[in-house]
């Protein structure tokens, strides 16, 4: 066991329900709902679960859900979350279980690590012969991180904020070129490719955003002025974001690979 990395793991504190809350609770939602429309099986291992917000989300949809997380303060809060979902406390580089699944999920995890490749190949190991290991990473190249290089906060689009560093524990970040280069390098392929929500502000904007919107009130410039009440207007913004970036991956947020062995 690597004490030394699972010890570093444990100083970062972010989880998707304390910081910036309300984005990254919608954006929960659909990472989700994109790992739903790739899924196999009946079975899933969700690698780096945290505090099992999405795990919440996959055991109503799959039979059998196992979460294994390398922070055993945040993996508390999943356990408290779901009573009856068995969880790993631990590095999935040194995870030892002999179980193999349907699903493998390793969301928001590769930017992490100390050795993507070698992660690479110990997740695909816990997959059937025909099941399906999605990743999803932060994209280097959304419009957000496009935007601020324009505006020079920062000087590339790969380049780590502090807050990516000391409080998310960042090491790397991704393009779809990127991501599919290491996928490959571990020898593995790479079925399918996406984006998930299109996003033009950084975290904390869209953050704020959502939580001070002009939702419920007139003039917030939608197009349809005297139809504040007929529908949840944050709801309806953030699912066209969602199906926005289905057309544009290249540009959202989040982009993922659906990998096979």
Not at 39 to 46: A, F, N, V
Not at 120 to 136: E, Q, R, T, W, Y
Request: a negative charge; hydrophobic letters at 40%.
């Amino acid at each position: 066991m690597n004490t030394e990395e699972k010890a570093r793991q444990e100083t970062f504190m972010w989880s998707r329900t304390t910081f910036h809350s309300e984005y990254n609770r919608y954006l929960a939602q659909f990472k989700v709902e994109s790992c739903l429309e790739n899924i196999r099986g009946t079975s899933l291992l969700d690698l780096a679960c945290g505090d099992g917000l999405m795990t919440e989300m996959f055991a109503q949809r799959m039979s059998r859900v196992v979460g294994v997380d390398a922070n055993g303060k945040i993996l508390a809060e999943a356990k408290k979350r779901l009573p009856d979902v068995e969880f790993h406390e631990g590095l999935v580089e040194d995870l030892d279980i002999n179980e193999k699944f349907d699903t493998v999920t390793m969301l928001d995890l590769l930017e992490h690590v100390v050795d993507p490749i070698a992660l690479l190949k110990k997740a695909a190991s816990f997959l059937n012969d025909d099941g399906v290991l999605i990743i999803h990473v932060p994209n280097a190249q959304a419009i957000n991180r496009r935007l601020a290089v324009l505006m020079g906060t920062l000087e590339s689009c790969e380049e780590l904020s502090p807050f990516d560093i000391q409080v998310a524990g960042h090491r790397r970040s991704y393009s779809l070129p990127t991501l599919k280069k290491d996928i490959e390098a571990a020898g593995l392929k790479c079925a399918s490719t996406g984006g998930i929500f299109y996003k033009i502000l950084s975290t904390p904007q869209m953050d704020w955003f959502l939580k001070n919107g002009l939702w419920e009130e007139g003039g917030f410039g939608w197009g349809r002025v005297g139809a504040e009440g007929t529908r949840d207007w944050k709801e309806a913004f953030c699912r066209a974001s969602f199906e926005l970036g289905k057309q544009h991956p290249e540009d959202c947020n989040i982009i993922y690979a659906c990998v096979t062995r």
